[in-house]
T-cell receptor, first 114, second 119 residues
Framework: QQQVKQSPQSLIVQKGGISIINCAYE??????FPWYQQFPGKGPALLIA?????SEKKEGRFTISFNKSAKQFSLHIMDSQPGDSATYFC?????????????FGAGTRLAVHP | GAVVSQHPSRVICKSGTSVKIECRSL??????MFWYRQFPKQSLMLMAT?????????EQGVEKDKFLINHASLTLSTLTVTSAHPEDSSFYIC???????????????FGNGTRLTVT
């Protein structure tokens, strides 16, 4: 059972364009939604995260949009740069306390062309 | 910032041998660490949750006798792949969350992974 569905699988964007990656979840108990960036041969690094009590969160060029009723959230990368070329994973977890595990989406391979 | 160190970064071993991977939280304490496995161009699959001072909790389908996890201190968890076979070849990544009492969903920090190749 795939609890977090991510699309597209791959994405090509021109430099300066907007990259948009979408995720949908099934479990309404999820209450924490982070996005991770992973470069080849490296572990994932946290980019930005959101909780369901807000509909949008922005940090620099990265914005998360969250639609609780649709159980969807997306990552927008504004002014995309070649250095943003990486694999992006959405994730979700439930509960607090630091013991909860993250469930990852399948990943999106982003290529930003100069 | 919180740093998770994983060692070794790469290891090649012969079939039938055992390999130990270490995961350390360098500047924070972590009562809980997570071990993930990632195949090429695929997502991270949670293998087990490692709890300091107690037995690890394994995900469905993960052989606990095959993948031994020990979390002996608040800053160290180890994953031992026993009697490794070529199908165990993968990218293993650990993660840790800073243990702050009552902290709601503090960020999960990942190590840089270990590339295991079993020949």
């Amino acid at each position: 059972q795939q609890q977090v569905k991510q699309s597209p699988q791959s994405l090509i964007v021109q430099k300066g364009g907007i990259s948009i990656i979408n995720c949908a979840y099934e479990n309404t108990a999820f209450d924490y939604f982070p996005w991770y960036q992973q470069f080849p041969g490296k572990g994932p690094a946290l980019l930005i995260a959101i909780r369901p009590d807000v509909s949008e969160k922005k940090e620099g060029r990265f914005t998360i949009s969250f639609n609780k009723s649709a159980k969807q959230f997306s990552l927008h990368i504004m002014d995309s740069q070649p250095g943003d070329s990486a694999t992006y994973f959405c994730a979700a977890s439930k509960g607090g306390g630091g013991y909860n595990k993250l469930i990852f989406g399948a990943g999106t391979r982003l290529a930003v062309h100069p | 910032g919180a740093v998770v160190s994983q060692h070794p970064s790469r290891v090649i071993c012969k079939s039938g041998t055992s390999v130990k991977i270490e995961c350390r939280s360098l500047d924070f304490q972590a009562t809980t660490m997570f071990w993930y496995r990632q195949f090429p161009k695929q997502s991270l699959m949670l293998m087990a949750t490692s709890n300091e001072g107690s037995k690890a909790t394994y995900e469905q389908g993960v052989e606990k006798d095959k993948f031994l996890i020990n979390h002996a201190s608040l800053t160290l968890s180890t994953l031992t792949v026993t009697s490794a076979h070529p199908e165990d070849s993968s990218f293993y990544i650990c993660s840790a969350r800073q243990s702050v009492g009552g902290h709601y969903n503090s960020p999960l920090h990942f190590g840089n992974g270990t590339r295991l190749t079993v020949t």
